[in-house]
């Protein structure tokens, strides 16, 4: 069964990183930025749940979770074993939208400090 909802991993990354302004990498960070990827993997992680993270037959589950708790994310639900396989797809996924190459250095360190 799952073990440690998403939201408790993303926001333990988001209190132990809001002192910090300036990312491993060196790459300037506002603190408006970490918020919005914080807000923006949750957001990902609960559209791409069903259609793109479990496997099928945690889609059964899955069903029966929507079923049982209507109007909860599914990150408050799902753990950190299905938030690292949305890492994992991340790549592909942003190579379909429009991304300026000013922002992909800052969204792979955003991503790299959160992994780490």
């Known amino acids: 069964m799952i073990k440690s909802e998403s939201t408790r991993e993303i926001n333990n990354y988001t209190s132990s990183e809001s002192e910090n302004t300036q990312l491993s990498t060196n790459v ?5 930025v970490r918020r919005e990827f914080v ?3 949750q957001y990902l ?4 749940i069903g259609s793109h993270l479990l496997y099928k ?29 949305l890492f994992v797809k991340l790549r592909d996924m942003v190579s379909f939208v429009r991304v300026d190459d000013d922002s992909l ?11 780490h």
């Open 39 to 41: 807000y923006g993997i």
């Open 57 to 85: 037959f945690e889609r059964l589950q899955y069903a029966k979770l929507l079923k049982q708790h209507t109007g909860k994310r599914m990150s408050d639900i799902y753990g950190s074993i299905h938030l690292l396989r």
């Open 28 to 32: 300037p960070i506002d603190p408006g």
């Open 105 to 115: 250095p800052m969204l792979e360190a955003l991503v790299a400090e959160f992994l």
């Open 45 to 48: 992680f609960n559209h791409t």
